[in-house]
């Protein structure tokens, strides 16, 4: 189920757009989702902005410290710190949340003015 996202300068980023692969966006489909499910989208928003600088740095030293315990998480540890040691992947998850969050209001105004 692709999703389109859009960056900073405009452009739509795709699973065909090679700066990003299929599993990268499933990840931040299912990451996002989950937190606005769950309602967490101004905390999340705000730590995500808080770490993004950070993120390349995280990613490596994440890897570091995680490594005994990666086995044991299978190709899912690995992909997740490959994805989110990436700046422009946490972007992307940012972007999405704020999305998502909107369709959700805009779908429960919906909802009120039926009723």
Do not use: C, H
Not at 5 to 28: A, C, H, Q, V
Not at 75 to 100: H, P
Not at 101 to 111: A, D, L, M, S
Request: glycine residues 6%; proline residues 6%.
């Amino acid at each position: 189920m692709p999703f389109f996202i859009y960056d900073l300068r405009g452009s739509k980023m795709t699973p065909d757009n090679p700066d990003i692969s299929e599993k990268e966006l499933e990840l931040i489909e299912k990451i996002a989702r989950w937190i606005v499910d769950k309602d967490l989208e101004g905390p999340a928003v705000m730590i995500l902005q808080t770490i993004k600088p950070l993120s390349n740095i995280g990613g490596d030293l994440g890897l570091f410290y995680l490594a005994p315990f990666l086995p044991f998480l299978e190709d899912k540890g690995y992909r997740f710190l490959e994805t989110f040691g990436k700046m422009e992947n946490i972007e992307r998850l940012i972007r999405r949340i704020e999305w998502l969050n909107k369709e959700k209001y805009k779908e429960k105004r919906e909802n009120t003015k039926e009723k």
